[in-house]
């Protein structure tokens, strides 16, 4: 089965910054928006960030000006650079498309604290 793989997730302090990784189906990338989407314990998984193929990005309001969503087509992989994070930011980082959902990856955990 097609699916996403997450990577890049970690642990960091309030203030810090991190960078996820997201590789998936070549005919994925070349054709749907792609979009970061996260879980935090005992929530509902939840939109993040989306971008187009050709780089136009969208977010969450809550994480617009902190997070920059990007891709590399040519390489298939997907990114979001994630700065100035939150406690409230602590979830599982997945990676979809919206328009031609695939099944979850295993995803990345990303979790601020001090």
């Known amino acids: 089965q097609v699916q996403f793989v997450e990577s890049g997730g970690g642990l960091v302090q309030p203030g810090g910054s991190l960078r996820l990784s997201c590789s998936g189906p070549?005919?994925?990338?070349?054709?749907?928006?792609i979009g970061w989407y996260r879980q935090a314990p005992g929530k509902e998984r939840e939109y993040v960030a989306i971008v187009s193929v050709s780089n136009s990005p969208t977010y969450k309001d809550s994480v617009r000006g902190r997070f920059t969503i990007s891709r590399d087509n040519a390489k298939n992989t997907l990114y979001l650079q994630m700065n100035d994070l939150k406690t409230e930011d602590t979830a599982v980082y997945y990676c979809n498309a919206p328009n031609a959902l695939q099944p979850w990856g295993e995803g990345t955990l990303v979790t601020v604290s001090s």
């Open positions: 070549g005919s994925i990338f070349k054709h749907y928006r």
